[in-house]
């Protein structure tokens, strides 16, 4: 029996800061492209920290633009 799966679709950004706040905050210990920030950001959590290790990895994903211009980022 093959079940149906609703179309695939990435949420835009104004989509996704629309998300209701739930309450919740989130330290993401491994910030580079904000990848993860925007997941915790999409489940209703906020960024309370972002940190990454290695000092350009947010710099690559960004354009040029500091890290905290990463979607996502706190």
Known sequence: ?????P???????AEI???????L???STFSGCGGSCLGYRTA???GALGQR????GGRRCTGGQPPDHA????
């Open 1 to 5: 029996m093959k079940t149906e799966k």
């Open 7 to 13: 179309p695939y679709r990435v949420p835009s950004m």
């Open 17 to 23: 800061a629309a998300v209701p706040d739930n309450g």
């Open 25 to 27: 905050r989130v330290v």
């Open 44 to 46: 209703g959590y906020r």
């Open 53 to 56: 290790v290695h000092p350009g």
């Open 71 to 74: 979607p996502g980022h706190p």
